[in-house]
């Protein structure tokens, strides 16, 4: 029911590459998991509800998200296709304005954070729709490894 | 609505939690959420339930 639901969200969502990898939670949202951060919403709401890197502007623009995952390591990348040692993350907008970030799985396929439900993994372009917009730009990172 | 509609948001964050904050915070002119729990849903509704505990003493 659920997935049915998404897919009727997400037109674009190729039903070999989705699933629901995780159980509704409202604790953090789509640019938070992107972040690799499970526990909070990230947006850079002008009241400061949400966390957002310190030190970058807190507007709903480009500009603030790029410096945000910069903050990260994370730099521009030229395209979406995987390569071994480095993570990529990619910013949808709808028009000038930041709705959305997925990132990258080892095999390829992308995961996403739906709003306050579920993760999902997805074709790059499957999230695409007329409230996330189309995709904006790619970052990438070296992997870091965690001892 | 104003006034009235505090404990109706606390409610409702309390069964959902929902980022229904900034509605709080610009009804009440009050923000008892700490730098550090910025973004933390549940951190965020703990400190309002506590802030309208106060108030209501």
Redesign the interface.
């Known amino acids: 029911m659920r997935e049915q639901a998404i897919r009727s969200t997400f037109p674009a969502l190729d039903p070999v590459d989705f699933r629901l990898t995780s159980p509704q939670t409202?604790?953090y949202n789509c640019i938070?998991y992107a972040a690799g951060d499970h526990?909070?919403?990230?947006?850079p709401?002008p009241?400061?509800?949400?966390?957002?890197p310190p030190g970058v502007q807190r507007t709903v623009r480009f500009q603030a998200f790029q410096h945000a995952f910069e903050t990260l390591g994370y730099r521009l990348s030229s395209d979406e296709s995987l390569v071994t040692g480095r993570e990529k993350i990619a910013i949808f907008a709808n028009g000038p304005e930041p709705t959305h970030a997925a990132k990258q799985l080892a095999s390829g396929l992308w995961s996403s954070k739906l709003g306050?439900l579920e993760d999902i993994s997805h074709n790059l372009l499957g999230v695409e729709n007329q409230e996330y917009g189309e995709l904006a730009f790619i970052m990438e990172r070296t992997i870091r490894v965690t001892l | 609505m104003g006034e009235k509609a505090i404990p109706l948001i606390i409610g409702e964050i309390s069964r959902q939690p929902d980022l229904l904050f900034g509605a709080l915070s610009r009804i009440t002119g009050e923000n008892p959420v700490s730098k550090n729990a910025q973004g933390d849903v549940y951190a965020m509704v703990t400190a309002w339930i506590e802030w309208n505990r106060r108030r209501q003493k």
């Open positions: 409202p604790a938070a526990r909070r919403w990230w947006w709401d009241d400061g509800i949400c966390y957002w306050r």
